[in-house]
């Protein structure tokens, strides 16, 4: 099983350009989430997915855009990046059921320049 | 401001005992999580603990959960140098949310 997989690894983007960030679990899970890291910030939720179909906010999904496809992948847009959007991005996903989340696998992480 | 708090950073000498601390403010979190980071890498689950348990124990790892002031920490006993991390405390709710993680250094 490959688990959490992400793409791209690394991106460098000019203000106003867009892009697609792509996430894939193949365990099943029905909840997906994107988190963004910033130094001395830790782990900001962007949105998540608590099953297909079903798309919530989280902390700050301002310049963000997700689609949850189908239940495998959950695909994170920047329609008109800025450099505020520099960042590193992971996804997770976990199994969600009876008002527990188990273990949540992360991807490797895209880090992406806004320049 | 973050539904989960941490200190940033702590240090400490190879072999001594490491604590960690974390404050959330969701009384209706069900678990618990501890979380570490290895540089350039995603997170890995450590440990959890049921929010109806005050004490949790794996190897060296023991996690304390005060409810009442919704407060929770790990202790890293015999820390090595392999320990050095960045460690982060979550809650379960519809969603997980994060702390900032604290940046443990283990000095040889």
């Known amino acids: 099983n490959a688990g959490v997989t992400q793409t791209p690894k690394f991106q460098v983007l000019k203000t106003g350009q867009s892009m697609t960030l792509q996430c894939a679990q193949d365990?099943?899970?029905?909840?997906m989430y994107w988190y963004r890291q910033d130094p001395g910030m830790g782990l900001r939720l962007i949105y998540y997915?608590?099953?297909?179909?079903?798309?919530d906010k989280g902390e700050v999904p301002n310049g963000y855009n997700v689609s949850r496809l189908n239940k495998r992948e959950f695909s994170l847009r920047l329609e008109s990046a800025a450099p505020s959007q520099t960042s590193v991005y992971f996804c997770?996903?976990?199994?969600?059921?009876?008002?527990?989340?188990?273990?949540?696998?992360f991807g490797q992480g895209t880090r992406l320049t806004v320049v | 401001g973050e539904d989960v708090e941490q200190s940033l950073f702590l240090s400490v000498r190879e072999g001594d005992s490491s604590v960690i601390n974390c404050t959330y403010t969701?009384?209706?979190?069900?678990?618990l999580y501890w979380y570490k980071q290895e540089p350039g890498a995603g997170l890995q689950l450590l440990t959890y603990?049921?929010?109806?348990?005050d004490m949790k124990q794996d190897q060296r790892l023991t996690v304390l959960l005060n409810k009442k002031d919704k407060h929770l920490s790990l202790r890293i006993a015999d820390t090595q140098t392999g320990d050095s991390a960045i460690y982060f405390c979550?809650?379960?709710?519809?969603?997980?949310?994060f702390g900032a993680g604290t940046r443990l250094t283990v000095k040889p």
């Open positions: 997770a996903s976990t199994w969600t059921g009876g008002g527990m989340n188990t273990e949540a696998f």
């Open positions: 365990m099943n899970h029905n909840s």
């Open positions: 997915s608590a099953s297909e179909g079903t798309t």
């Open positions: 969701d009384s209706s979190s069900t678990y």
């Open positions: 603990i049921f929010s109806n348990m």
């Open positions: 979550a809650e379960s709710r519809d969603d997980m949310r």
